[in-house]
């Protein structure tokens, strides 16, 4: 049996599930929205202000909206307890982290997308550097939320408060991450510096920690 | 002439903290046998079956399935079965065999299609039953899961109250399969709390209690029907 082939069938019905039952995608972008809302509300930042400050308040948001998308990918594994079905299974551990990782990606993406321009609006956004690196800064730094947080969501999955012991785990290991989203990004909305050195930052982050969740996650799916 | 076991423990302790759910279980278990395993609640049933199954470590001792001690390796030739459905709510019974059968090494469209529909048929279910299994009553959801675990043709299957909500009928056809399996060389380890369904067709019933196997008959003993 192919890892890709488990891959691409865990995905598929992630995504069906998904699709079926909106748990993640309608809580996250519920949630960002207040962000931007609630936000543009408590302040009322001139146009230099906003380019310093946005980079921060939209990771943040997604950070926060993010966890709630971690949350759901394991709590859907746990009803009926569908996990031991994969665990009795002769499949590899990891098809199955990937498959949740890339899952986790494409939800909070697809939350990006349509909160960025909103972010934009309401906080009169406009880049003075180079606008192109948004995007790398954006697949990596989505990348680095979403490893990280389906490896611990799937560690804290058997504790009786995952939802609190999810964000207890994740912030902190995300700090590196988060400073080099957040700088970057300022980086570019301000012009003031290049965000290169953040994005070789985000990339040397992604490489370590996907190495280390995909080595780790086959302990975290055989513990009782 | 005696066949050879296909399910060894050797002293088998399995403790949740400081609560031993396994006290020292030593048994064989022999290959094309049909065994009922009888107990009050907590009597360590469901953790001899998820142990066998290599979902629980032993604390001490050592299971031994079809000859290994390394159970993941044998993973593909056993059959899982539990209390709760181990199914996807949201998708239909098909999408959710489909997708067990990819696990299983089955990819091939034509083949899987082919393999789920038989089992699924197997149970007495409509494959092509479009309503998603959360809408399914409980007695179908027991019917699925079994489906579930037939799959991939197991050669130890390990049922864990497959009978629990089936209408007797349904439970009748259910154990008629059991034996058929049984007849085709598989073994079955069924924990249920109803052995009278399983009387006629069971080898041997096995009793535990407080996390030991206390005794073993060919009979189901009078007043536990």
Redesign the interface.
Known sequence: MSFLAILRATLAKDLLLEWRSKDAINAMLFFSLLVVVIFSFAFDPTAEESRRIAGGLIWVAFLFAAVVALNQTWARELRNQVLDAYRVSPAPANPLFLAKAVGNFIFVSVLEALMTPLFVMFYKLRPLGPAWELIPIAILGTWALVVNGTFFAALSIRTKSREIMLPLLLFPISIPALLGMVNATSAILTGEESAKFWIALLLAYDVVFTLACLLLFETILEAE | MPTPPIVVADGVIKQFGRFAALRGVTADFASGRLYVILGDNGAGKTTLLRTI?????PTRGTISVLGSKEI?SV??Q?G?M?H????????SGM?NLR??A????I?DDQSANQRCREVIASVKLDPELPR?VGQYSQGMRQRMSLA?ALL?DPKLLLLDEPFSNVDSRSAQEMSGLLAQMRNRGKTLLVVTHQPGILESVADEFVWMDAGKIVDRTAKLREGTR
């Open positions: 199954a290599g979902l629980a470590q993941k993973r593909a056993i899982y539990a709760p459905s181990l199914l996807y709510d949201e998708m999408e997708y067990f990819g696990l299983y090494g990819e998603p579930r991939n």
